[in-house]
């Protein structure tokens, strides 16, 4: 079966790239990402590549290659649809904030109005594919809305699972050279075969055929909320250690080094932080955890959950950590950030460590002042107000955002580093140190900094994951 028309819906972090990538590499293909926020396509549609939706490096190269080529971003989703011989459903899929399985389950609602729209629009068979991240069995649900919602005609849809593992700040990267590429189907039928076939040519024009693995559907569903619950695993393990390190004299990044030599464990995902965010460890963890339980699987929830519950302790622990260091009191004292994104080279937020610790400094009336490279000041006080701790008008009054670094830090009794930003390490560590309060304290919640030679200059400093701190 031959592909010449691919249908994208949800023009998000997933959406976006991931179709912009299959556009570059398959010019025989038309690509037409969609989206009910219009804001977001005009976005796409900006003629300045510095304003698409997403900050990824390397994203305006691909899109600039194939907009408006193969490569199209537009509202009318029920057009796109109709055209399409394959379909991507890649709407968000957040955690349920009402009814059943509230702050657990994965709200399932944009998965199932795009079922509805697809079967109601389409007049030909379709191959309709699950990019979402999903609790094992949607495409079931998926299915049976497709086969009997539709529009009268005789038309045959085919389910596939087609996850996606890109990390953001490596969007592109991994979409180009992706570990593997996971396709989960129907298997036991010939119609099925073939679908699946039909998506492993595509990624077969730039990906080894060896990294494209082909499963059924349950499994490939349920393999990706497994890939992130090890990934989110390791970082609360190793954040775990960091504390006892503390109190031990033994150093985490040395401690990681160690057991991340052995092939068995790996180097990677050991870097002690000041908790992992973003908009998808949480929220697939929870959605696991959830699954577990209604299965009845008690102790596989409660093992789980145990790494989100490591994961909020980080993040407070190191507020506390500030409180305690600065006498007991950051009442009216400036604590300078740096960084609010949830990691490095993306200007997402969601779920960033960031907004939490700012949130336990504004409940101690500390004066919050940011400085992030690539996040925007009013996206800053949205984070803070979903918080719904204090009012909108108390996080303006508390937290102030700078485009300057060196204003951001001037006259702080603080500093902590939130996020690992390249730039950091390159600042002019002297100017920073003249212009703060003294007993100058920096926090590095990221262990990017050279803090032997920040001590020198006089900053009194505190590393995850080490008690060398001199206070
Ligand atoms: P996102 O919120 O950035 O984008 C989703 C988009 O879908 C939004 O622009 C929204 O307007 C649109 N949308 C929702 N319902 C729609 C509808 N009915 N019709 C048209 N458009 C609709 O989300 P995202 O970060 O791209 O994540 C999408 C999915 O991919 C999630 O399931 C997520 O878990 C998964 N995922 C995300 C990442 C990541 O790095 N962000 C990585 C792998 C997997
Ligand atoms: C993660 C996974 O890495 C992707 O494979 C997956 O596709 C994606 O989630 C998803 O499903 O959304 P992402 O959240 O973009 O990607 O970024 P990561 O690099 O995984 O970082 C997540 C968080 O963990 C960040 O806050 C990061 O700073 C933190 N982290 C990561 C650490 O604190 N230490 C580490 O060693 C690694």
């Not at 191959?127 to 005789?154: C, F, H, M, Q, Y």
């Not at 990681?256 to 949480?282: E, N, T």
């Not at 789980?304 to 980080?314: I, K």
Request: aromatic letters at 8%; glycine letters at 6%; a negative charge.
């Amino acid at each position: 079966m031959e592909i010449k028309n691919i249908c994208c819906i949800g023009a998000g972090y997933v959406g976006g790239p991931t179709m912009a990538v299959i556009a570059q590499k398959c010019p025989h293909i038309n690509v037409t990402v969609v989206d009910i926020n219009e804001a977001r396509i005009q976005a796409w549609n900006n003629d300045d590549l510095s304003k698409l939706p997403v900050y990824e490096p390397g994203l305006d190269h691909v899109v600039k290659e194939a907009r408006n080529r193969n490569l199209f971003f537009s509202t009318k989703v029920d057009q796109a649809i109709d055209k399409a011989d394959m379909i991507f459903i890649s709407v968000n899929t957040p955690t349920k904030t009402y009814g059943k399985g509230k702050g657990m389950a994965a709200d399932l609602k944009y998965i199932e109005l795009c079922a509805r729209q697809i079967a109601r629009v389409s007049k030909s068979d379709k191959i309709v594919v699950e990019k979402s991240t999903l609790p094992v069995r949607t495409a079931s649900a998926i299915k049976s809305i497709l086969d009997n919602t539709g529009n009268g005609t005789d038309v045959k849809f085919q389910i596939l699972s087609n996850p996606e593992f890109l990390a953001e700040g490596t969007a592109i990267e991994d979409l180009l050279h992706p570990d593997r590429v996971l396709i989960g189907g129907d298997i036991s039928t010939a119609e099925g075969k073939e679908a699946i076939d039909a998506l492993v040519n595509i990624y077969a024009t730039w990906v080894p055929e060896k990294q494209i693995l082909t499963t059924n559907v349950w499994s490939s569903e349920l393999s990706k909320l497994t890939a992130n619950a090890f990934l989110a695993q390791r970082v609360s393990s190793i954040n775990s250690l960091s504390e006892l390190c503390e109190k031990t004299e033994a150093d985490i990044n040395e401690v990681a080094k160690a057991i991340g030599m052995d092939s068995r464990i790996g180097s990677k995902f050991l870097k002690a932080s000041v908790g992992f965010g973003g908009s998808c460890f949480q929220k697939d963890i929870l959605n696991l955890v959830y699954i577990a339980k209604t299965y009845g699987l008690n102790e596989v929830a409660d093992y789980w959950e145990q790494v989100l519950l490591m994961n909020n302790h980080q993040k407070r622990r190191f507020a506390h950590n500030i409180i305690s260091t600065l006498f007991n009191t950051v009442s009216g004292k400036k604590i300078a950030f740096l960084g609010w994104a949830f990691k490095k080279d993306t200007n997402d937020t969601r779920e960033s460590a960031a907004i939490y610790v700012a949130d336990e400094l504004l409940n101690e009336q500390s004066k919050v002042s940011v400085f992030d490279p690539k996040v925007q000041k009013e996206q800053m006080y949205t984070d803070l107000d979903y918080l719904n701790t204090r009012s909108s008008e108390e996080n303006r009054a508390g937290l102030s955002v700078f485009k300057d670094p060196y204003e951001a830090c001037k006259d702080a009794h603080a500093i902590a580093i939130l996020t690992e930003w390249d730039e950091f390490k390159t600042y002019d560590w002297q100017k920073i140190y003249d212009t703060m309060q003294k007993p100058a304290f920096l926090f590095d919640g990221r262990g990017i900094l050279n803090i032997p030679e920040l001590e020198k200059i006089g900053f009194v400093c505190y590393k995850i994951g080490s008690s060398k701190h001199n206070y």
